[in-house]
């Protein structure tokens, strides 16, 4: 049982990714991209970079979807992730990360809910840069 959850776990982070990858793109922003080996990671997380996007301000944006700019154990921590540090990621590139975890209770309707909530919260974000840009140019 254990090894269907993994499996099942691991279908599911990479649908979101791909999932994910397909809604930006659709609305004209830049493709995800992954943090760490495709390989050789937990079955039911995944760490995803939206280049050009605060992660923190993606995360307030959400209506119903829990995510993490961090590890568990590092919850409370404001500076960028120690691990993507390690992983050889800019402070930067830490900062527009976040951590998605799924479980042996997500469903595909989960699924279909985060890439939904995720969209349109990088949409709000990038509009929201985008404002910010032309008002400190102008």
Known sequence: ?????????ESQTARIFSRLSA????EG????SLNGP????LSNTVSIRLP???ADAILASLQTVELSTGSACQSAVTTPSHVLMALGLTERAASESFRISVGRFT??????TAVDELTA?????????EKKVVEDGA
């Open 121 to 129: 919260a990088a949409c709000r974000v990038h509009r929201l840069s």
């Open 29 to 32: 922003l830049r493709a995800p």
């Open 107 to 112: 469903s595909e309707a989960d699924v279909e």
């Open 38 to 41: 495709e390989l050789d990671r």
């Open 23 to 26: 809604s930006l793109q659709s």
């Open 1 to 9: 049982e254990l090894e269907h959850d993994m499996r099942q776990s």
């Open 52 to 54: 050009g996007l605060d």
